[in-house]
């Protein structure tokens, strides 16, 4: 059929990149902030603004914006408990250019919460990108790679709840929206 961009633009509804994250608190979020600037100090790069930290459990891509409603409803074999995550770890990949903060020991449940997200967006034909879980926050990108000086300090992060967000890719960085966050049950 025969139809001018607009038009076509019109008729289709559209895709949005999205991804499942953990989302941090104002006090995790200010504590991750202030170790990204520290590694800034060493590592160079571009810092991930403050309000864009988050750390990804599964990433989707672009969707057409009619699926979003079957994203906005995990089934309940998706959840686990609430977890306790402790960000002791801090480093850079030569490969990619990313300094990141992470966790030295994964709890299963953050473990069990990405398989499930997995398990669950597989199943439901999304296709997503073959990489083993390596739960990391991104602090600081185009980093050189060198050795920090020493460990990170401890950041306990209680985890109750996970989240939708889109992105917006753009030149300086990508500009992240919650869509929607899911509690976890705490205390089993
Ligand atoms: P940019 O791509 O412009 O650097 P970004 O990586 O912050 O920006 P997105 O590409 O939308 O933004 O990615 C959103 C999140 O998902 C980021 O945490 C990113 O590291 C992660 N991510 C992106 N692609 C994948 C992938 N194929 N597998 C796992 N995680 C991914
Ligand atoms: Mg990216």
Not at 147 to 153: K, R
Not at 164 to 182: K, N, T, V
């Given at each position: 059929?025969?139809?001018?961009n ?42 991930t ?20 409603p079957r994203?906005l409803?995990?089934?309940a ?11 002791d ?17 994964i709890p ?23 990489r ?8 600081v990108?185009k980093?050189q790679?060198a ?7 401890r ?5 109750n709840e ?22 976890l049950?705490?205390g089993?």
């Open positions: 059929m025969a139809a001018g607009g038009v076509r633009q019109a008729l289709s509804a559209g895709t949005q990149r999205v991804f499942f994250a953990l989302w941090p608190g104002a006090r995790v979020r200010a504590e991750l902030a202030q170790a990204a600037r520290r590694m800034q100090r060493v590592l160079r790069g571009r810092r603004r403050d309000d864009s930290i988050h750390l990804t459990l599964a990433f989707i891509g672009e969707v057409d914006v009619d699926i979003l994203l409803a995990p089934p074999g998706v959840f686990t408990p609430a977890f306790l995550l402790t960000l770890n801090w480093g850079s990949w030569e490969r990619n250019g990313i300094g990141w903060a992470a966790p030295s020991r299963d449940p953050l473990r069990d919460l990405a398989a499930n997200l997995e398990g669950w967006l597989r199943g439901a034909g999304f296709e997503l990108e073959l083993t879980f390596a739960p990391h926050v991104t602090l990108r980093a790679y050795p920090l000086p020493d460990s990170m300090m950041i306990a992060w209680q985890v996970f989240a939708l967000i889109h992105s917006q890719l753009a030149p300086d960085g990508a500009r992240y929206r919650m869509l929607r966050a899911w509690p049950k705490r089993a």
